[in-house]
């Protein structure tokens, strides 16, 4: 499956933005996806992720309460809405599909196709 994310953009503090993460391929509903993003000079972290069996849903402590992602398997996509959003929100965000069991969703490696990320940037 191929990812393409879209939607960051700059932003001000406590403002919201949706991002979109649209897939190809027939298969879409079989994945798993999750959102990670990446800050300059930190390492790739987790953000949220969403089963593709129920929908069950994942976020990191960091942004729980604040972030939401769902999926429209007719349309072959992920949303993720992001509200209240902080400076430390700012960073490039991807999409990522893969087959992990829930509990290894929070983990890059489980993911095997990999959007291009799309950037977010929280002004204070």
């Known amino acids: 499956v191929r990812l393409q994310a879209s939607g960051g953009g700059l932003v001000q503090a406590g403002a919201s933005l949706r991002l979109s993460c649209a897939a190809s391929g027939r298969t879409f509903s079989t994945y798993g996806i999750g959102w990670f993003r990446q800050a300059p000079g930190k390492e790739r972290e987790f953000v949220a992720a969403i089963k593709s069996t129920d929908s069950t849903t994942l976020y990191a402590d960091s942004v729980k309460g604040r972030f939401s992602i769902s999926r429209v398997n007719a349309e072959n996509t992920v949303y993720l809405q992001m509200n209240s959003l902080k400076p430390e929100d700012t960073a490039v965000y991807y999409c990522?599909?893969?087959?992990?069991?829930?509990?290894?969703?929070?983990?890059?490696?489980?993911?095997?196709?990999w959007g291009q990320g799309t950037l977010v940037t929280v002004s204070s």
């Open positions: 990522a599909a893969g087959r992990p069991i829930l509990s290894a969703m929070r983990s890059r490696a489980m993911y095997n196709s």
